[in-house]
């Protein structure tokens, strides 16, 4: 298959619109698969890159939590076929490293490398303007019409799922909902506190809800947010704006909770979420911090026995963890429907992220097509 024209949003350095523009896509070469993107969400990892927070390699196509169909395969692809509806992932993991042979795919050291490269696991891209490569965030590129990805980064679903809501299980509901399920492994009757009711957040406040725990306490400095929080299972809110975060669900969970999640990525908010854990508490950080930022912790604490860790994806196991998250969904149990606020063309992407910046979207989904 040789190249063709797409449609794409293309980053070029950090303060600047997207620019929508024709690029050439390669054909898939062996071991990948040419995807038509039905829906991307539209995420605050996405918005780290354009407001400079975290770099990355440009220029790029980004958008990494998308799904489509399957248009065409290279030589050796067997999982899926034209014509397959997937759901993609920004660590195609390889199968062979350390990490995926002991059942943590999301740590792939190959995988890995491509995303933060954005290239595919052979190290290179498949767009390009006027000759020169143009870079594919998380070796995806969602922000396209089509594109091509490892044949690791596709997980078939069953026909009938939505693409839509399906792409929402590429990044937010995964990283979220695993965060809980996969990283903490959350107790049932246990209480949690969530720091950050953005996307991800709702998804980790309705994850601990799917996981049984008593109180959930949600905490933001955004009333509509703490209101969507309450949709998607939080049974306390906390408005940082307005009272010490800490000091309140401390009040609501005396001692502390068992399970704090930090889902903003700011060092003063991950200290917050350490100090909402009780004795022999948990802490995960799931928001992704400015490059560079360090976090000052109390070294008695650990005296305690309470914990802090990090979770990467939410500790996906993507062929596993999709189709679970597709059956919870259509048996009705997985809030999709109620986390897009807004749908936008590509064209319309700028407005998009700017929506997203003033807090008024829970997620936004662009349709390339």
Do not use: W
């Amino acid at each position: 298959m040789g190249k063709v024209q797409v449609k794409a949003a293309v980053f070029y350095r950090p303060h600047e619109p997207l620019a929508v523009q024709e690029l050439e896509l390669e054909g898939p070469r062996a071991g990948e698969v040419l995807v038509r993107i039905a829906a991307c969400g539209v995420c605050h990892s996405d918005l780290h890159f354009i407001d400079g927070l975290v770099p990355i390699a440009s220029p790029s196509v980004l958008g990494h939590e998308a799904a489509g169909v399957v248009e065409a395969v290279g030589a050796g692809v067997a999982s899926v076929q034209p014509g397959d509806h997937v759901v993609l992932s920004f660590i195609p993991s390889c199968g062979r490293c350390q990490y995926c042979v002991v059942g943590r795919p999301n740590l792939c050291t190959i995988g890995n490398r491509a995303m933060s490269r954005g290239t595919m696991l052979d190290g290179t891209p498949r767009f390009a303007r006027e000759g020169r490569p143009v870079y594919q965030m998380g070796s995806i590129g969602g922000f396209a019409s089509y594109t091509v990805v490892p044949e690791a980064g596709c997980v078939k679903i069953r026909g009938d799922m939505p693409l839509d809501r399906a792409a929402l299980l590429g990044c937010g509901v995964m990283t979220g909902v695993g965060a809980v399920i996969n990283t903490a492994r959350v107790q049932a009757g246990s209480d949690v506190a969530v720091v950050g009711c953005g996307g991800v957040g709702l998804n980790v406040v309705q994850g601990a809800a799917l996981a049984g725990a008593g109180r959930i306490i949600a905490i933001d400095v955004l009333a509509h947010k703490l209101e969507l929080a309450r949709q998607f299972g939080a049974t306390h809110t906390v408005d940082a704006s307005r009272e010490d975060p800490v000091e309140a669900v401390r009040r609501i969970s005396p001692g502390g909770v068992d399970y704090a999640f930090e889902v903003i990525g700011r060092p003063e908010t991950v200290r917050q979420a350490f100090d909402m854990a009780r004795r022999g508490g948990l802490t995960v950080v799931v928001g992704v911090p400015p490059a560079g930022a360090e976090v000052s912790l109390p070294a008695g604490a650990f005296l305690t026995e309470k914990t802090i860790t990090g979770s990467a994806y939410g500790g996906a196991r993507m062929p596993v963890d999709v189709p679970r998250l597709v059956e919870l969904y259509m048996s009705g149990r997985l809030k999709l429907d109620e986390l897009i606020s807004r749908v936008y063309p590509l064209e319309g992407i700028n407005d998009a992220f700017d929506a997203l910046r003033r807090g008024e979207v829970a997620r936004s989904i662009v349709t390339p097509l």
